[in-house]
Structures are given as structure tokens and as C-alpha cells.
């Protein structure tokens, strides 16, 4: 199959969450699989330059008040063929989405430039020694790149290209949706009509990711519970009611995760390597992490880690509140996170924590990929409470790196842990919930230091290789589906 991802994010490039690890790690196994892969995403500011050169290949489209001109660039190693889109809108910019001052108030522009320079790539830029074929599968990723759909529409099948390229659109946040004041379908150029219920517009905004959710031949999302979640009313964020009705394209597909990065008998970021076999590392590397952050180097008191987006999403309120109670119970507990400008106050409340119980808390706020394995390796128990979780990535994480997670039992939370077994969950998105399955991790951990349960998580495989054949069948399906839309 000839694939072509565009998304705003593709790690090591660019990743503010799962979205740039899913992508990179998507395209690598397809990759490996044997498809010929083209990932398309902005060069940001954050971008690391090496290996990157000119494809000498531009993409233009009229954006806002003037015509953009974006350079492709690609980037030169083995694997997939990552194309960068070059422009000062994703460049001179210090974040990805926003700054201090919030979300960028140009992202609609940003991303059509990027969906424009994604189709405009699979058409130029080679992937081996030619380029794509006549009707390679566009795969889009949230609302950033969710409108590719009418560009395809709109500009490309007139003159010819792409008639039989299905479009297969993946879920990993609905709660962001890209809805818009309907003004700012204007800077788009495209004709009024695209602005309907059939289009661009949903209760008179203008509705990126809802576009897609109509549009994409078939959908995906991060875990088959979240794919049914999403269909209620409690869980779909608003657009339940067209993802009940797109339910026989919609498939949940649990991510993998990165097991050359994340693994602890090679991880240089730790102070020790571990496995299953010979755990006897994960003991070192505790102690290692104590002493960075200044922690009593007490052996026998649970480490409670947490790492990840500091949001309301994550349940960052139910781990604060119960901080205290941990401490009682006698962890510690370390949390890295950062947040983004509108729950500042949480981060204020860690320190606090941290403030509070010096010898037992430790917030780290920031973005820290050594930090984030370190806490992995460390961490006898991981603290995951999130309200909602398309997928999650870092309770897999923990499993591998022997830190038994302690998570609600919500979307990919739920089909990644098992309950008793290689790890604790609780239902009620309460505090007392929460407390109920921590108090049973912590009674585990006193009985057996969670040795077996800490065998039987790093035994189990997170690999993405298993995971290819689930998205080849859904790629299968978006060609059959879009032959017969053509049929029709
Ligand atoms: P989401 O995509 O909702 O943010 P996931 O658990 O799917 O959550 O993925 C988050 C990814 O980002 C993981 O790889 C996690 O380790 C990483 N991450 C999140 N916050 C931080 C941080 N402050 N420092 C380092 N890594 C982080």
C-alpha cells in the first residue's frame, strides 16, 4: 500500500503528546512492513535541523489575504520519507499550537497550509526512487489535518488527481475540535459552499475536526473502549450523535508504543538497565532518582510516579488531592508534567505539594523526555486517574519499565491494564475511588515489593508490529469504501 500521513506532529520533529510519538511510530512499522511511507508535518521552531535538505518542490495555496509559498524539505535516513513543510508561519513561532498568551489565532491558516503542502508532496516528492502512485491512502490525524478531505475535493479531483485516494481520519482527542468563529472560513478560500452541515460549519462555527468526522472515508481511534465511548453522550464531546451514525466505519485501534526507546535493558537514560528476568536495576535507578531530585534515598518507601500533560483531562486534580493522603500512607511522590497556559493554577498547586512535604513530594514542571524515563524506571507504582483517555501511552510505558499503574478504568486505560494483574483501576472519577486503588497497590507493594505484578507487566507486548495489520484492514476498507462511492 502507498500511505501518506499528514499531521501536525511527527516525533522526533515535533510531538507535544502521544499524537508525535503515534505517527512516527505508525509510519516506521508500516514502514517495516513493507508500504511505502510519506509522513507530512510542519518544520516548527522546536524542529531539530540535522538531516533535513531542500526537495526543491514548494506548495502554494492562497491563505488569508495573500498566496503562501511553502518549501517541502526531506528529511535524508532510512525508513519512511518524512517531508517538512517550511514557512515562517510554523518556523518563527516559539511553540506549536501557541505561547504564554495562549493558542495561536492563525491555526486554522497554519494547518490548511500544511494539508494543502501534504497533498501537494504525495504528487512530488519521491519515496524511494519514484513517487507515489495515482491513489495513495491520505491518513489525517485530529482536527489540525481533518479538512484534508474537502481540499482534495475541492482542488485536486478536478484536475484530475487522486480520483480513487481514500482519506482515513484517526481520533486521538476528540475534546479539541478546531470549532472556530465562522469568520474564519473566509481565510480558507474556499467557495461558500464548503460552509454547510455537509462541510465546514456546525452550529454556525466553523468545525474542522467534524468535518473529517463526516467526510474521511473510514475513522480511527486509540482504543476499541474510547471508539464506544465516543458514540454517547457522556463521552463524544458533543459529536456522539455523528459518530453513532458513522459507527460502521469507526474502529478503535489500541496504539503501540516505541519499544526501542522505551526499553529498560538499554535505556540510556537510566542509571542501571532491568528486565523482568533480572529486575535488580530498577532498584538502582530508584535510588538514582531520589538522589537527582533530592529525595531521602529510602529504599523501602513506594515511589509513586506521574508524568504528563498537567490538564484536568489527566485527572491532575484527583492526583493533587490525594498527595496528602499518599504521603500519610508514607510514598513519595513525583510528578512531571507541564500545563498549558489556561491550568497554570495546577501547577501552582504541585508546587505547593512540593512546598508542603519536602522530603516526599517533588513536582517537576517542564517538558523532559530523560526525566519522563527516569521517572518510569524509578517509580514502583505509576499514577495515571485520568477523566478521559483516547489511548494513553504512559501507562504502557510503566508496565514495561515494571512501574505497576494505577489508572481509571477509561478508554485506553481500560484495554491496556488489567485489573489485579498487571495492574490496579478504579471506576468513579472520585477521589475515594482513586484512594481505594492506590490503598491496594500500596498494600501489594508491602506484601511483595508488586514483584509478580511487576513480572507479569513487563512481560506483556506493547509493540507496534501487531498493531499494522489492524490499520492495513482499515486502509482495505477506506479503498473498498471509496470504489464504491465511486460505483455508486
Ligand atoms: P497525551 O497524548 O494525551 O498527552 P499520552 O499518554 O498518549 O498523552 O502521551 C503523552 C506522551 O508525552 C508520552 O510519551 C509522555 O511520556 C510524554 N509527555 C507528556 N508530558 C511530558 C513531560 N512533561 N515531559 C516529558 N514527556 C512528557
Redesign the pocket.
Known sequence: MEVVIVSSEVAPFS????????TAALSSALHRAGHRVMTVSPRYGVTPLDGLKDSGHVARAYLGTSEQTAKLLVHTAKGPTHVLVEHPMFADRAGIYGDQNGSFGDNHIRFALLQRAGLEAARRIPVGRKTLGESPIFHVHDWQTASLPVYLDQVYRPLGFFRDSPVVLTL??PAHQGRLPAKMFDDLDLPQRWFSPHGLEWHGDLALLKCGVLRADQLTT?SPTFAWEITTAAGGFGLDVLFRGRFAELTGIL?GIDTTEWDPTSDPHLDAPFSAGDPTGKATCKAGLQAELGLPMEKSRPLVGS???I?P??GTELLIDSIPWLVDQGAQVVV???AHAAHQKLEWRLREMEDAYPDRVRA?I????R??HRIEAAADIFA?PSLF???????M?SMRYGAVPVVRATG?LADSVQDGVTGFSFVEPTGFAFRGALHRALKQFAADGLAAMRAEGMSRDFGWDAVVPEYEAVYAAAVEGRARLLRA
Open positions: 510531538k507535544t503528546g502521544g499524537l508525535g510519538d503515534v486521538h482527542n486509540v496504539n508524568v504528563g500533560r490538564d483531562q489527566k512531571l508534567g507541564s517537576w517542564g517538558f523532559d523526555e526525566i519522563a495515571m483517555e483516547p489511548c494513553g501511552l504512559n501507562q510505558y485506553g
